[in-house]
């Protein structure tokens, strides 16, 4: 065995590539765009190292130009589920003693093969596969995803560090051991990121893992997969099994060594799952660790001393960047009136120059919505706005799913503050606002913090220092992220460890060590150098 005290490298926040004309890297990557485009893939289930096809495939189409078939994928069965988790486990024992200096040089492989070697790729890939723009897929694919890599080995080593006092004669310790048995990572569409992070979390943590990616980006996944491959990650540490929910996404969940779910998603679903494991508790030989982050309703909330030209730069960002389907995204804003005329032309004249299309196209800042039920369920809620007495479409409101998922970005306004597009999570391009009288600052805070079950994220805007004070303390529980003058997506690792509660989820706080700890199962040791030889203790001896 080695010796020695090793000190993980310092973390860094990756360099964000702006793409500009002339810049470094815009050719590669509209060269690797086309290339990728161009050259179909066929997507096995990888367990263990080997490559399993079903037959039962899958499509990989770009949702904005959804004619074109970019590859498939092999759905995995019950049978190629349970192969998972048994190579998972077969692979746990030496995963888990393997020492951390070890599994963090894998990580930080990857971390540079990404930002460097496979940057094109990786973005390349996401832009395919989820209808990024480059500069969204450039701060996803590649420097959230780094960074997620970087600053994660480095959180489970300071976890290492923090050790208990010893008294005299007494040695105490903390180890922190994996979960025993496998976790069980479920990731979106919207982040690759995300998608990267659920299951390598654990995994850094001496963990096994089975993945299932959201059917949408199995063809960005693959490449991840490929990429910790090269990395040197072993195999079985991490199984991607893609495949219907309906007929994969319980069987982990039943088994007597499922030991955590790490989980981005749907609130609905997500509660099915903990109900699940609720009712399934008396079979596993630990108590489920149960980690999500779900919806959200997000807010921006507006002083009439707020900068007029930040705030209108800030809705129009966090509202429709990756067209509203951030989980993250602003999608309701309180305006006080003294100030929404000088808001509503400057935003509306903004939105007003917005181009949404093909994302290969670099003038474009919008691209189409992930999928046909999106682009169902998004334009359901417009249509509804439509017919509502309270409400108007101030800008936006068109769509067309003919090439690709394409909905316009859109405003509403609306005299109520419980519409339906102010109260439900709509994970599209739209915005609703609700101009409220400017002398009711405070009171209509209180409608603010009860409308939403959710309380992901959300910010003031505000000049004022007393009226950000005030927002900061009442809308306390509103938000696990609260941004003051800022947008309210963006979240960077390092920098704001990302989660909310409610509805939200379990404010787990993605980038950060809260994290990390919750995929371990501490053990507290204690070593006595001079252990006592009578059982009686010094009251008890005579007068």
Known sequence: MSIG??????PYNEPIWDYAPGSTGRKALQDKYQEMKNTPVEIPILIGGEEYKTGNLGECRPPHNHQHLLGTYHKASAKEMEIAINTALAARKKWSATPLVHRAAIFLR???????????????????????????????????????????????????????????????????????????????????????????????????VVWKPASSVVYSSYFFMKILKEAGLPDGVINMVPGDGSSIGNIPMQ???????????????????????????????????????????????????????????????????????????????????????EVKEKLLGQVKTIKVG???????????????SAFASITEYIEKVKSDANSEILIGGNYDDTKGYFI????????????????????????????????KYEETMDVCDKTSIYALTGGVFAQDTHAIELAYEKLRDAAGNFYINDKVTGAVVGQQPFGGARASGTNDKAGSPQNLMRWTSVRSVKRSFA???????PFMQPE
């Not at 093909?358 to 046909?372: C, L, Q, R, T, Y």
């Not at 252990?531 to 203790?537: A, L």
Request: a negative charge; charged letters at 20%; proline letters at 5%.
């Open 5 to 10: 005290n090793f000190e993980i490298p310092e």
């Open 408 to 439: 316009e970005p859109t405003v509403v306004l609306t005299s109520n503050p419980h519409s339906l597009t102010m109260e439900e999570e709509i994970f599209g391009p739209v915005l609703t606002i609700y101009v409220y009288p400017a002398d």
């Open 358 to 372: 093909d994302v290969s196209d670099f003038s474009n800042f919008m691209g189409a919505v992930i999928d046909k």
């Open 531 to 537: 252990s006592v030889t009578s059982y009686e203790y």
């Open 110 to 208: 990857a971390a540079e093969l990404i930002s460097t070697k496979y940057r094109s790729l990786m973005n390349a890939a996401t832009m395919l596969a989820q209808s990024k723009t480059c500069h969204q897929s450039e701060i996803d694919a590649i420097c959230e995803l780094v960074d997620f890599l970087r600053f994660n080995v480095k959180f489970a080593e300071k976890i290492a560090k923090e050790q208990p006092i010893s008294s005299k004669a007494v040695w105490n310790w903390t180890e922190y051991r994996p979960l025993e048995g496998f976790v069980y990572a479920i990731t979106p569409f919207n982040f690759t990121a995300i998608g990267g992070n659920l299951p390598t979390s654990p995994a850094i943590m001496g963990n096994v």
């Open 255 to 341: 088994h007597r060594d499922f030991s955590g779910v790490h989980f981005t998603g749907s609130t609905p679903v997500f509660q099915k799952m903990w109900k699940t494991i609720g009712e399934n508790i008396e079979k596993y030989r630990s108590y489920p660790r149960i980690v999500g982050e779900t919806g959200g309703k997000d807010f921006i909330y507006v002083h009439e001393s707020a900068n007029i030209d930040e705030l209108v730069t800030a809705m129009t960002r966090g509202s429709f960047e990756y067209q509203g389907q951030k989980c993250s995204a602003s999608s309701r804003c309180y305006m006080p009136d003294s100030i929404w005329g």
